[in-house]
């Protein structure tokens, strides 16, 4: 039986070196891992960290832009907007001149056109102050007719003028 009993030692012992080498390994294999994932998630949130500067810093530019892009706008609508309001004003004085009769829109005639059915001198009298060729004063409700006339075409102008500056402020901030 002495010999049963060492056999029987020397498997226990067997079982028990091995069990022990299985959890050395096991407790090696598991720290190796903890270490790289660990490396892994540093790694990562790292990269995380360097897309979001660069986000955020793309962000500033974009943003840096579109404001400078609005101070221009703004700056032009604001051109436009004086220039469009000194315009209706020197049309509101001219359309008060004309109603006071302060002054009086001429058309000046072609002395040579014979389609008109009249002949008119070619030159002007000794009482004429006006220099150049014969000249016809417009009725007062005409000539205000014409500058309401020249006001709508003055204010599309500016309007357009705003709208090409807008568009090419627009298109080259692209």
Sequence with gaps: MPLAWRTVGALALLVLLMFGSGTAAWRWQANSYGKLLADQTRLHAA???????????QLRANQDKRL???????????????????AQTNQARLRDRLATADLRLSVLLDANDSA??????????AS???HGGTRVKLNPALAQRIIGITDDGDSGMIALAACQAYAKHVSTMQ
């Excluded at 892009?69 to 469009?84: C, F, G, I, N, T």
């Design 68 to 86: 400078a892009l609005e101070q221009r706008l703004s700056a032009s609508e604001q051109s436009h907007y004086k220039e469009l309001s000194d």
């Design 116 to 125: 008109g059915g009249c002949s008119m001198p070619a030159t002007t009298g």
């Design 47 to 57: 990269d995380m960290t360097a897309i979001n500067n660069a986000a955020a810093a």
């Design 128 to 130: 004429g102050v006006v």
